[in-house]
């Protein structure tokens, strides 16, 4: 069923019902990071850049922080499977992932299957997770790969052809 955000008020569903909310957006923290070309062969969760972190202080101990991040990835003609995370660097633990069987918690995966090094992937990771307080900490994206080299916000090459996209992390907080 597709719904109309109704302003900071509530949600209007196809049919006209309303569902009223007093939910509202106490703040938005965003960086957008420059961090040039980054390559890993790593096959263990690693940080690309610590540029690419937000810190928060939440509002409210019971409001629901949304941390979205989005990134180039991909490259080298290699068809390995690839695991992202969002991270809460400040308590050392993943936003809101959970095991199932022997599989990777993650927030999002890809078996990138590039044809050459230029190639890229736009990545965008979601999570929320609830306040808990209103203790400061700060978020981070973590990446795995299976195997082989990988590239993290550009290409390797410097063609016009090619594009570049500064990696953004925003965490939102929703009221309760």
């Known amino acids: 069923m597709a719904v109309t955000i109704n302003g900071t008020n509530g949600v209007t569903y196809n049919d006209g019902s309303v569902q009223e909310s007093s939910s509202k957006v106490l703040q938005v923290v965003s960086v957008q990071a420059d961090t040039g070309l980054i390559s890993s062969t790593s096959t ?8 690419l972190r937000v810190a ?20 080298n003609n290699q068809s390995g499977m690839c695991a992202f995370k969002l991270y809460d660097v400040t308590n050392s633990v993943n936003v809101n992932t959970t095991a199932l069987g022997g599989r990777q918690e993650c927030n999002s ?66 009221s309760a």
């Not at 263990?44 to 540029?51: G, H, I, R, T, V």
């Not at 939440?58 to 990134?71: G, R």
């Open 56 to 75: 928060i202080t939440p509002k409210a101990s019971d409001s629901t922080l949304i941390v979205t991040c989005n990134f180039l990835f991909g490259g």
């Open 109 to 174: 995966s890809i078996r990138d299957m590039s044809y050459d090094q230029n190639d890229a992937t736009q990545i965008q990771l979601q999570a929320q997770t609830t306040s808990g307080s209103t203790v400061a900490r700060t978020y981070g994206m973590y990446a795995k790969l299976e195997s082989g080299t990988r590239y993290f916000f550009a290409n390797p090459s410097d063609s016009g052809a090619l594009g570049y996209a500064k990696p953004s992390i925003t965490v939102m907080e929703i």
């Open 44 to 51: 263990a969760f690693f940080e690309p850049d610590s540029d």
